[in-house]
């Protein structure tokens, strides 16, 4: 199963370490305060068959009232009647799902579930996203995946300035 692009050739999920393409610290802003999530060589990536976990924990440590752990859930995906690849996307916040998205390469963007402004899921329009710089660094993270060429208008949802599609 041949997925991540590095160094122009293709090689298995399970080939090569995660810790070296996924972004090492992200600022996510939840209801107008920042919180920065850092994946060092601590940190936990999980590598299953199809799937890969990336956790991120609170820059600083604990800190009273606020979930410490941000974690994202990468599934590789070969659509019926695709060349292309899929790859389905979970963030989860604590326990709570923050947002659900599918890339079909090269760069369709389905959003399944988003917790921000104009969601049907948290009628609150709290804020559930990230920083400019945080949002560059996942795109660039997703485009290492073979196939995959998005830019933050395609994820834009994420974004702190951003809506949720209306459904």
Not at 72 to 85: A, E, H, Q, R, V
Not at 129 to 158: H, M, P, R
């Amino acid at each position: 199963m041949k997925h991540i692009r590095k160094f122009n050739e293709s090689v298995n999920i399970y080939d090569i370490d995660w810790h070296q393409i996924v972004p090492e610290k992200l600022t996510m802003i939840y209801d107008n305060k920042s919180y920065n999530f850092i994946c060092d060589q601590s940190t936990n990536i999980m590598k299953h068959f199809d799937m890969i976990q990336v956790t991120y924990v609170l820059e600083g440590g604990e800190s009273w009232g606020i979930s410490d752990c941000l974690e994202f859930d990468l599934y590789f995906l070969k659509p019926y009647n695709s060349k292309g690849i899929k790859l389905d996307v979970d963030i989860t916040w604590g326990n709570y799902m923050e947002s659900e998205f599918s890339i079909l390469a090269p760069n369709k963007v389905s959003v399944i579930q988003c917790t921000s402004t104009n969601s049907k899921f948290d009628p609150t329009n709290t804020v559930f996203a990230f920083d400019d710089i945080s949002l560059q660094k996942l795109v660039e993270f997703f485009n290492c995946i073979n196939g995959i060429s998005i830019t933050t208008d395609d994820i834009n949802f994420l974004h702190v300035d951003g809506r949720c599609p209306i459904k």
